[in-house]
C-alpha cells in the first residue's frame, strides 16, 4: 500500500475518533484530532501518486461521509450551546426581576400606633 493510502487510513482513524469526541461532548480534544486530521490529509496529498489515485477514491469518499458526519454533529452542538446560553439569558433575567423587586421592607416601628 502506498504511504498517501496509509494517511488517509490514519486520517479515517483520527476522524472517528474525533466524532466520537464530539458527540462526548469534549470539544477540546475534538478539535486537536481535526488539527491531526489535516496534517494527515495534507500529508496524504503531498505523498499521492497519479496512477493510484483511483485506488484512493473509496477513502476519499469515506472521509467525505465522515466530514459530513462530522458537521452535523458540530451544527447540533452549536445549537445546543445557543439555546442553552438563551435561556441562560432569560433565567438570569428572571432573577434580576426578583432581586430588584425584593428591596428592603418598610421600617416598622415597635410601637403601635393608636391614633387610627
Known sequence: MSK??????M???VGERELASLLAGDIE???RLAFDRG????EAWRMRESDKAS??????MRLQSLQGQLSS?????????KKDLKHAKKENERLSGYRSSGGKP???????????
Open 73 to 81: 454533529e458540530a451544527k447540533r452542538l452549536h445549537e445546543t450551546l
Open 11 to 13: 486520517a479515517l482513524e
Open 4 to 9: 498517501s493510502m496509509n494517511f488517509i487510513d
Open 39 to 42: 496534517k494527515l490529509m495534507e
Open 29 to 31: 480534544e475534538a478539535e
Open 55 to 60: 485506488q484512493l477514491h473509496d477513502k476519499l
Open 106 to 116: 418598610p421600617p416598622v416601628s415597635r410601637f403601635l400606633d393608636k391614633v387610627s
